[in-house]
């Protein structure tokens, strides 16, 4: 006999657990199925998945850690404070990050014990329909057992993407999950993908004292953002130290214990050559549909390796959902979350929504950048009429304080109705500071309305209330 649940939720991940969560809160039996264990010293499975325990989470306590070492060893002095012998005990920084992790695991167990949430440990697959529903399949160390459920939300994520004829040991070549656990800061690092997740490591183990070069395929530097704010953020980058490689092709990598090779053709064609300690590479990331046996109920992936669903996130046979990374869209976690709680909200009967125009893209580097909305060169290529109002952090009292006055905010505002089309933001808080344009945009909100909100000085808010008063060229400080 299996047992019977209203929802099975294939996946922990943020996606997945928020899905399980949501739906455990609206009254309905549910069960959450996990079968990664990562690095759990005990080889159990871990709730959180690749979001909380190799991905979002512990790349940002490795990225705060760095930032406060390279504050104290180079910037402490622009405040009168003399350091001298500042060290980095990496292992220690390494325990903190687990810490972290497993804190936050503990949270989510917690969470479903409270929302009477049934966490099932164990690989799940489809076997096929039933009346009123569909049977899974369960496989564990413990043997294998069998869950029917009305409803099925597949949440299974993603994982990274490797190149042929690249081997990822994550030793030597690493992919995220390898570049987060390095035993020592490698003395030249290189990095292919200057994507999100290859800033934030590369940022990680410069601040360090690593030699890092990035390598990436595409010519220009951040595509998906603002032409604007990629252009600043090159700037910034190559300034810092990064050695940044546009445009290029790669050849051959061999790899031994002492170090990697990468035989690549720059930008101009011309033969190069990277020796390395370590090789991250950042390439992308591919979604886990394998071992789902979704032909059982009558389903399969795209030629992308996604499910494919309609706007409420419905596969094409009822009853069975997909969010976050194996369906279209940015595999970014908050998007999962988002689409978890509509998923959770229709199957209860409610008016499930998530919009997707207005879901934040955030690169936790130093410093940070933030976008919701459109960028100019989309805004051009769909022949719309916009103004643009633009205001630099380095003419803000606290940002000035703080000795961070890099970046500024731009605001894109339609040039007939004055609605907020699309904010960008380069400044170490940029993560936070995006949340207020999220909200006017949600809201249809004019540039005019963001700039009659009073914002508290001083505060590096201001500089949002400048930048949308700079749409009718009326900011009062610049």
């Not at 390796?305 to 409420?312: T, Y």
């Not at 969010?323 to 008016?351: S, T, Y």
């Not at 633009?390 to 609605?419: C, H, I, W, Y």
């Not at 940029?430 to 963001?450: G, H, P, Q, T």
């Amino acid at each position: 006999m299996s047992t019977q649940y209203d929802v099975v939720v294939i996946g922990a991940g943020p996606g997945g657990y928020i899905a399980a969560i949501r739906a455990g809160q609206l009254g309905m039996k549910v069960a959450c199925i996990e079968g990664n264990a990562y690095d759990d010293p005990k080889g159990e499975p871990r709730l959180g998945g690749t979001c909380l325990n190799v991905g979002c989470i512990p790349s940002k306590a490795l990225l705060a850690s760095s930032e406060e070492f390279e504050k104290i060893a180079h910037h402490a002095e622009d405040h009168g404070i003399a350091v001298t012998g500042a060290k980095m005990d990496v292992a220690k920084m390494i325990k903190r990050k687990d810490d972290i992790v497993a804190k936050m695991t503990g949270g989510i167990q917690y969470l479903f014990k409270k929302n009477k949430v049934t966490p099932i440990k164990g690989w799940a697959s489809f076997s096929g329909k039933v009346d009123g529903g569909f049977e899974l399949t369960v496989k564990s160390a413990a043997g294998e057992e069998k869950v029917t459920a009305r409803q099925v939300i597949v949440a299974t994520g993603s994982k990274a993407r490797h190149l042929p004829g690249i081997t990822v040991d994550n030793e030597i070549v690493c992919d995220n999950e390898g570049a987060l656990k390095f035993g020592a800061v490698p003395k030249k690092l290189g990095v292919i993908g200057a994507g999100v997740i290859g800033l934030e490591l590369g940022s990680v183990w410069r601040r360090l004292g690593s030699d890092v070069t990035v390598l990436e395929a595409m010519p220009n530097f951040l595509a998906a953002a603002d032409e604007g704010v990629a252009k600043e953020m090159q700037k910034i980058f190559t300034k810092q130290g990064l050695k940044m490689n546009m445009g290029v092709k790669i050849g051959e990598v061999k790899a031994s214990k002492k170090g990697v090779s990468v035989a690549y053709t720059d930008a101009d064609g011309a033969a190069q050559m990277l020796d390395c300690d370590k090789l991250i590479v950042s390439v992308g990331r591919v979604p886990n549909t394998d071992g789902l046996n979704l032909e059982a109920v009558g389903l399969k992936t795209n030629d992308r390796g996604q499910i494919d669903v309609d706007a409420h996130c419905q596969t094409l046979v009822a009853g069975i959902y997909a969010i976050g990374d194996v369906i279209r869209g940015a595999m970014l976690a908050h998007k999962a979350e988002e689409e978890g709680v509509m998923v959770a909200e229709i199957m209860a009967g409610q008016a499930g929504h998530c919009n997707y125009d207005t879901i934040p893209w955030v690169i936790y580097t130093s410093p940070e950048v933030a976008w919701v909305g459109k960028t100019e060169q989309q805004l051009k290529q769909e022949g719309r009429k916009y103004k643009a109002g633009q205001f630099p952090f380095m003419a803000n009292g606290r940002a000035l304080g703080q000795g961070d006055s890099q970046g500024f905010v731009k605001v894109l505002a339609d040039a007939t109705t004055d609605e907020v089309l699309g904010v960008h933001i380069i400044n170490s808080h940029a993560s936070d500071l995006i949340a207020e344009a999220v909200m006017a945009m949600e809201f249809k909100a004019s540039s005019e309305d963001i700039g009659r909100i009073c914002h508290a000085h001083p505060s590096l808010s201001e500089v949002m209330k400048e930048a949308a008063l700079a749409c009718d060229k009326r900011q009062l400080n610049g």
